[in-house]
Nanobody
Framework: QVQLVESGGGLVQAGGSLRLSCAAS????????MGWFRQAPGKEREFVGV????????YYADSVKGRFTISRDNAKNTVYLQMATLKPEDTAVYYC????????????????WGQGTQVTVSS
């Protein structure tokens, strides 16, 4: 069981940067796979990226590869999504998610979700 809380969303101009944080409860944070997803108005929830401490692996969607970076601080029970060179099409509600045994892009396979944080990119 884990509780997730996102923060760091806001309004930013195109080309700018923003860092999102996802704070998790519990002492076993490093054992969870942590994913980031986003959902724009009128669209389905979209995979952004995922990181596994146990596997030492990180994977990104093609739409954000090279611009977004996931990092993890196990001592602080926090995972970050550093977003750079933001585009208007990045505008969405961003969610972090945790999985016990799954590593991948399928949102339905994740066990826990945060409430989301709004990111708006103006042109």
């Amino acid at each position: 069981q884990v509780q997730l809380v996102e923060s760091g969303g806001g309004l930013v101009q195109a080309g700018g940067s923003l860092r999102l944080s996802c704070a998790a409860s519990g002492r076993t944070f490093s054992s969870y796979v942590m994913g980031w997803f986003r959902q724009a108005p009128g669209k389905e929830r979209e995979f952004v990226g995922v990181t596994s401490w146990s596997a030492g692996s990180t994977y990104y969607a093609d739409s954000v590869k090279g611009r977004f970076t996931i990092s993890r601080d196990n001592a602080k029970n926090t995972v970050y999504l550093q977003m750079a060179t933001l585009k208007p099409e990045d505008t969405a509600v961003y969610y972090c998610a945790a999985a016990r045994t799954y590593y991948g892009s399928n949102a339905q396979a994740y066990d826990y979700w945060g409430q989301g944080t709004q990111v708006t990119v103006s042109s």
